[in-house]
C-alpha cells in the first residue's frame, strides 16, 4: 500500500520518460508535478537536454534550481507535449485543475500541445466532476459580483481564496474563486457559462484538452489511458 507522496513520486519518475531529447515541452504545476521535476534534474545532471515552457514562477523557480532550460512560451511554436497534474478526471478526460493557483497559465500553455498527459493519483479519478471545488480566475475588480453570479448559477458555496487571511493573487494578478458546485453535469456548457460572466479570466475546466492521463494506484501499478480521438 503506498501513500499519496510515493504515489506522485512514482508518477513523476514515469513521465519523465516521455521527455526525450531535443523536445520542447510544457511543465505543470503541484505537488505531482514537483517529482516530476526532480526527476528531470537528474536526468538533465546525466546529460538529457531539453527546453520547458513553465505553467507558473513556481515551477520556473524549483526548475532552474534543477539545472532545467526554461524558455518563454512566445518564443517557441508548437510543443512537443506537456506534463501536469489535475484535481480531478473525468471518465471522458475532462479535468478540474487550478488547485494550486495556476489555471490561466496552465491552460494557455497546454493549448499549445496536442500531447497533455496528466498525472494524477486514483483518488482524483471521478465519474462526474465538481466534488473538488471549481477554481475560477477573476479580475480583482468587481469579484464580489462575479461571486454572486457564480451562487445565482445554483453553485452552493462561492469562497474567495485565501492565503495568510488575505486573498491570494495568482502570477497574472487576478483571485480565485472556489466554486462547489457538487455535482457538474455538463462541464462543457459550465465551462461557456461561466466565460460570458465579464470578470471571469479563466475557468479550472479544461475540456477536451487532455490527450492521456496516467494513473497511479495504491497498489504501487501505473496505468497509462488515451483520450480516444
Ligand atoms: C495547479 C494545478 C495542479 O496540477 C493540481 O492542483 C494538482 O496538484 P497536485 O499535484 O499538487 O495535487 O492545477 O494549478
New binding site residues.
Partial sequence: MNNADDI?KQLGIYAADYVKNGMTIGL??????YWLLQELGKRVQEGLQFTAVPTSAKTKEIGEGLGIKFKELDEVDELAIAI????EVDKNFQLI???????LQ?KIVEAATKNLIIIVDERKMVDTLGKFPLPVEVITFGWAHVQKRIQSLGCKKVDLRLRDNQPLLTDHQHYILDCYFDKIDDPISLNTTLHNIPGVVETGLFINMASEVITGYNDGSIISTKRPV
Fill in positions: 506522485k505543470g504545476t503541484g505537488t505531482t508535478v501536469d497534474g489535475a484535481d485543475k487550478g488547485g494550486g493557483a495556476a489555471l496552465e
